[in-house]
């Protein structure tokens, strides 16, 4: 069998992964990255992701007035997420990403280059308001793929002769010798040649397990329904494998059934992999339906509040879709897709176009997405449209009659003027425009049959899977720790894989944006620890 020796192994090419190579080879460290993807796709779900981050007490943030600190998101992230305050690790980690998310993430993103734009977003703000309590969600320019760019191009500038990366390998195993982690063995998928990764230090970064179906129905939490069919928007890779591993070798899998889920994916016009979803960011005017054209209640669905609630909502639904009832005039303001894949004028820098889109419609992705999904239903009349709803689904669900009722009935709120107005997803809206990016993303609240709104869209829906909550057990140096939280000596686990620091650390909730963040936490904190820098107080 090849050897390849080093003194840092990484297992796994995602944005955890090539921060921790990044960091190591600064410091001097021989490193050898190992990732079971392909070339073009290294950077992992990074290369994919949209880029939003939350982040705390930035420059941004006081230009516009948000007067975020810590304590205030340290609070809002623990009620959120329905920490346990005596779970340790996860707290310990809640608490550094409260603490450090300005100085680790942003202030050291922008010496490598990233840029945000130029305004926060508002985003879950918590069914009650009890989720960010304040706007944090700092968008990357350039989505996470120029951030990924980067962050390889950095990798590279640093190589120095003393980085290796492996591709299209498959990490199967992983060594102990002396009651120490040095190593792991990896196979070529199309040769079967093995190789073996030997090394003082590994880190696993191998990202969550939510991209194995079988991985999510397994640790779906007993008495939460399950829906009968869900999408796959995590990464096909993500199969929860190398966390099975290493439990093998005395690690924990702690909170694995908690997930970050989202309930309004589509299935990928061109997929990637088997099962592909989009994930769309809904439509807020949009009326959300159960599978007979019912608005779903007594509480309406609407996004941007709790989207943990609105997956258990839609799960708890006698079919696994749902519509999305709206017309043209919605869409092309309100909807767009998650991840870089989609959003073409930031991903590609193009703030003029991006502008025009935001001001006067999107009507390209709304026409791109007519073009070329299944899932996207477009007609005159909502007779007509439901005739199609039913074609979809191959079935008879919707009965026209109760889709016309569904829509009048919320378009007679408007018939005696906004004064008497008295509808929670209306009261929602209103509130989300306060906030002027809201604003501008987010239409005035008005009548679904209004003249010249049309024609009407209905998109169905579907739970999709994303991102791993839980994962492996770390402390604040991303150490790996065992059933007695003693670190395993050599084993370190960053990013998603281990639940981005402390195997939860977002507990059942996130306050949107804490991944990629979360990622390069982990990442640093792990290569200040193998390094021995500093570490996080
Ligand atoms: C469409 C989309 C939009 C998103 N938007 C955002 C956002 O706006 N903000 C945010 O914070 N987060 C977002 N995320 C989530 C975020 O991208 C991920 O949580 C994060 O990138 C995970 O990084 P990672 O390095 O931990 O894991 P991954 O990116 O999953 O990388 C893991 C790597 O490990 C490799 N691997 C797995 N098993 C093995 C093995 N046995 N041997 C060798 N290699 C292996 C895989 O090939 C993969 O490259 C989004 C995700 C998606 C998909």
Redesign the pocket.
Known sequence: MATIQSDVLV????????VTALECLRAGQRVIL????APE??????????????LIGTPLQARMKIPDTPEVALRDWTRFGELDPNDTYPMQWARCYAEHSRAQVHDWLLREGVRFMPAVNWVERGLHGDGNSLPRYH?VWG??RELTRRMIAALRAADGGRLTVLHR????QVDRSAGRIDGAV?IDELTGADTRLQASVVVL????IN?SHEQVRANWPQGRAMPEAMLN???P???G??HHLAAGLGAQITYAGEMWNYAAGFPHPYPHFEGHG??TIPCKSALWLNHRGERIGPQPLVTGFDTHWLCRRVAEQEKPWTWHLLNWRIAIKEFAI????HNQRIRDQQFPQFLYETLFGNHRLVRQMLRESRDFLVDDTLSGLAAKMNTLTCSLDIDPAVLQATADAFDANFANGNKLENDDQIRRILHARQWGPDRLRTCKPAPLQMHGAGPFIAIRMQLIT??SLGGLRTDLHSRVLDVHDQPIQGLYC?????G?GGGGASGKR?L????????ILT?RAAARSITGKERFS
Do not use: N, Q, Y
């Open positions: 297992i796994g090419g995602g944005l955890a992964g090539i190992v990732d079971r993807d796709r290294f950077g992992g779900l990074a290369l994919w992701a949209f880029g939003g981050m939350a968008i989505t996470s390998l498959r990490v199967t990896a970064a191998m990202g969550g991209g928007g995590a990464h890779f993500a199969d494998k190398l989009l994930s998650s991840g870089a894949e994303r991102k960053v990013g998603e894989a281990a981005f996130s949107e944006g804490t991944f990629l963040p979360g990622c990442a």
